[in-house]
């Protein structure tokens, strides 16, 4: 039996043309999947009611074996099969996770896609794989609710993601059968969730403050027209509620008088009465503990000293990202808290002291984000008619290809709006040049060796023409999820190649604002790196130009003395640009030589044109 | 004639008339269509046209045009739960076969 939901005046479905959406909070420690239901956003429950869903998928020499509450028990008796926390792998390359060797036990494996591969039982498994079994068991969750199958799933990821990152949670989707209707930043969800789209005339500035069990993330939103653009992000990827729990475990510990190594019982013991006093702390004025034979108090302003150096570092990091985006606390308009560990109460009373306000928290901070995008989903399948809320992102480092010289020509320009399509025409450098490579570049700096190169593809059966003569449009595309397609076509052949970008390794949210504050802080290097690369390629141009005229016409046209003139020059021509460091010197003598060879020049125009007229009468030639 | 509805659908029309922050009541209809004749139409009303029906069921108005009224006289509108899936069900005396969704139906 379908069950009914409420619909808008006017708007009830015809039969069997409900489409059945959900979003998806896919996140490090948990995630969740909610719905539309008659107008209001809900997170679907499994049937023991569980909300969460640990991220956590347990292997065994047959494969999966259980997904979720299930496979986290296996967390202590076999660590090593029991992946957890894949979200920090995904789209990173191996080096990125050897970095943080330390924080994941697993054993990990190069693979030929460049995405590492975690060494099981069960054989090699891809972070995308964990992530899509996770998908797979949400997805069925709410199939059983919905009594129907999918038809489709805005999956959140965070603002910082890059395009590897970004393909890689498509990809997971893809895998476990979901449709992905479009990925959604995180804080953009929360924003959704909170309805703050919906007030289309004003601009606002938000900051979504997110501490969740092993993350923080800061991101500061515009919202202007229905578009929210990422001012800036930032955070720390070890530091969540789980640190109030080792903190306050810690302080037990020495109460306790527990001395040297503890078991892993011990520890577990510890820190699950920490948390317990944690959470009944977000109630009671004081707890009192029994573990052991040990028997204390904890009150809140002990807590409070305790924790507050772990949330002050979380309020170091929401200054730095007011400055990233030119800020300071008291434009911020509306200030959101998300994650579980924002309940407790003196994180909400730091973060309002910081920013002046009281922060928006009446919606479940573990929820916020799956509901914000379950109303995304509902309106991108057009159960919710009319463009009310039609979101769009943009883009966070410019997209560019590399020219001539070792510089990057910028095609999109960052904090463009997306989906967008840019093309630029570029043209052949050499005589009878046949192939052009594009090497597609991200980032704000003047040369392509201080940007990230995303990848590389060659444009092959140019039809050889002279130097110029070709005409080779290269297109940019970025769809509303943020994947990037790049075509490059010759126009008066048509021949064509083109490139899905999936680049190797990711960026963290750190290295974007690096590469930003990167092109600030040598924005003067870079213009004079710019200025001499651009005069060293106009030498090399003018080098090969004159050798080749020479070798055509310097014996009819040229005397000795001449020759060797010109030889001379552009002999000191190559030295210059050789050696120098600036581009001064260098376009002193690039127009040294081309007086020096201003004559040869014209003798070789009189030449040509006398060829091309030779043979003809005066009648033609007016005709012509 | 009249239309009524228990009171697991009446705290939810309240929850989601609250979360809507606007509308009169909600509309019950029905409408040709569908697989097997006739479909349901579920709806929140922001005006209520001069040729409805208005049954008061404890807060809420039950607002009808009296052309689904015919199809409907001595409905009661239901919220139930099925596992994990959950909604309103018209529980309609006059229904003589449904499709196998119950999406649709026969008077």
């Known amino acids: ?624 | 004639m009249a239309i009524t509805m228990t009171s697991a659908a009446e705290q939810h029309v309240v929850k989601h008339l609250e979360h809507r922050a606007k509308g009169v009541g909600i509309r019950l209809g029905v409408r040709t269509t569908g697989c097997s004749g006739l479909s349901y139409v579920l709806e929140f009303v922001d005006d209520a046209a001069a040729e409805d029906e208005v049954f008061l069921c404890g807060e809420v108005k039950l607002i009808i045009d009296p052309k689904s009224l015919l199809y409907l006289d001595g409905t009661e509108l239901d919220y139930v739960k099925e596992g994990l899936n959950e909604g309103f069900e018209f529980k309609n005396p006059n229904v003589k076969d449904e499709c196998g969704c119950g999406e649709s139906f026969h008077i």
Request: glycine share 8%; proline share 3%; hydrophobic share 40%.
């Open chain 1, 1 to 624: 039996m379908a069950l009914l939901q409420i619909s808008e005046p006017g708007q009830s479905p015809q039969p069997h043309q409900r489409k059945h959406t959900v979003g998806i909070d896919l996140g490090t420690t948990n995630s969740l999947v909610a719905t539309v239901r008659s107008g209001m956003a809900e997170v679907l429950a499994d049937e023991q009611g569980r909300e969460l869903l640990p991220s956590v998928a347990h292997y065994t020499s047959e494969g999966v074996s259980c997904v979720g509450y299930e496979a986290a028990e296996h967390n202590i008796s076999d660590p090593l099969n029991t992946l957890a926390s894949v979200k920090r792998l995904m789209g990173r390359g191996l080096a990125d996770v050897k970095a943080f060797g330390d924080q994941l036990p697993y054993e990990f494996a190069a693979d030929d896609g460049g995405m590492p591969k975690i060494k099981t039982v069960a054989g090699l498994v891809s972070p995308i794989q964990v992530s899509a079994e996770i998908l797979r068991k949400l997805a069925g969750r709410a199939e059983i609710a919905f009594d129907s199958m999918l038809d489709g799933a805005v999956i959140t990821v965070p603002a910082y993601f890059d395009d590897a990152q970004r393909q890689a949670t498509k990809d997971a989707a893809t895998l476990a059968g979901i449709k992905v209707l479009r990925l959604l930043n995180e804080p953009t969800a929360a924003a959704i969730a909170y309805g703050l789209d919906q007030d289309e005339d004003q601009e606002r500035t938000i900051a979504i403050y997110d501490l969740g069990g092993g993350t923080f993330d800061i991101s500061i939103l515009r919202l202007s027209k229905g578009v929210f653009e990422v001012l800036a992000t930032g955070g720390d990827s070890a530091l969540g509620g789980d640190d109030f729990d080792h903190a306050i475990a810690d302080w037990l510990r020495q109460q306790i008088g527990m001395d040297g190594d503890l078991s892993p019982i011990q520890q577990r013991i510890l820190l699950e009465a920490a948390k317990s006093a944690k959470e009944e702390l977000t109630e009671s004025e004081q707890v009192e503990l029994q573990i052991h034979d040990w028997q204390g108090t904890i009150t809140r302003p002990l807590m409070h000293d305790l924790i507050d150096g772990l949330i002050d570092k979380t309020l170091r990091a929401c200054k730095r990202s007011l400055r990233d985006a030119g800020l300071t606390s008291d434009s911020i308009d509306n200030v959101i808290l998300v994650g579980g560990s924002t309940r407790t109460p003196r994180v909400g009373a730091k973060v309002a002291e910081l920013f002046g306000r009281e922060p928006l928290c009446n919606l479940n901070p573990d929820q916020v984000v799956a509901m914000g995008a379950a109303l995304q989903a509902e309106v991108l399948v057009g159960n919710k008619s009319g463009d009310d809320m039609l979101l769009l992102d943009v883009i966070p480092l410019s997209l560019g290809v590399e020219t001539m010289g070792g510089l990057i020509e910028k095609i999109i320009h960052r904090n463009t709006t997306i989906p967008v399509a840019k093309a630029q025409e570029f043209t052949t450098f050499k005589d009878g040049q046949t192939a052009m490579a594009i090497h597609i570049l991200q980032g704000e700096r003047e040369l392509a060796t201080d940007c990230r190169s995303l990848a590389r593809f060659e444009l092959r059966g140019i039809p050889p023409m002279v130097a110029g003569g070709a005409k080779i449009r290269v297109a940019y595309q970025v769809d509303a999820d943020g994947l990037l397609s790049v075509s490059a076509r010759e126009l008066t052949s048509n021949v064509e190649s083109r490139i899905e970008v999936k680049p190797s390794y990711g960026l963290g949210e750190e290295e974007i604002t690096n590469m930003l504050q990167a092109s600030f802080s040598h924005a003067r290097d870079d213009m004079q790196a710019r200025a001499l690369r651009e005069q060293q390629v106009e030498a090399d141009r003018m080098i090969e130009d004159l050798l080749a005229a020479i070798y055509k016409d310097g014996d009819a046209l040229l005397d000795k003395e001449e020759r060797r003139c010109l030889k001379v020059a552009i002999e000191e021509l190559r030295e210059v640009r050789e050696s120098t460091t600036e581009h001064r010197p260098l376009a002193r003598q690039i127009e040294s030589v081309a007086k020096a060879s201003e004559e040869f020049a014209a003798r070789r125009m009189d030449a040509s044109i006398k060829s091309a007229l030779a043979g003809q009468t005066l009648d033609e030639i007016e005709k012509g």
